[in-house]
């Protein structure tokens, strides 16, 4: 019972306190750059329409897909027609991902 009482108690005051603290702002930043700076890459079940999440221990971005309908084309165009033994060209746009940190 007071286990249950502390528990309650705890989470009514980090209630409060998350609702003081007002977002902060930052860049986005490509996956790859952060892969570069030794951020690790971890799993995040699509929430949020999420792609994964990078971590160097203490900072934590989502990463989201930031393609376009044109390059998404291009590359179904290419490896269709590598599929049907036809690519004049190997080369495709890049699947840019992009990740936003969080607090």
């Given at each position: 019972m007071i286990r249950a009482a502390v528990i309650t108690a705890?989470?009514?005051?980090?209630?409060?306190?998350?609702?003081?603290?007002?977002?902060?702002?930052?860049?986005?930043?490509?996956?790859?750059?952060?892969?570069?700076?030794?951020?690790?890459p971890f799993g995040t079940g699509g929430t949020a329409n999420t792609l994964y999440g990078m971590t160097d221990g203490s900072d934590i971005y989502l990463c989201f897909l930031f393609d376009t309908p044109e390059d998404q084309g291009t590359r179904q165009t290419a490896l269709l027609a590598e599929l049907a033994g036809e690519s004049p060209t190997r080369a495709i746009p890049n699947i840019p991902v992009v990740c936003v940190m969080t607090q």
């Open positions: 705890t989470l009514a005051s980090g209630a409060s306190m998350v609702s003081a603290v007002e977002p902060g702002q930052s860049d986005f930043v490509f996956s790859s750059d952060l892969s570069a700076q030794g951020f690790a």
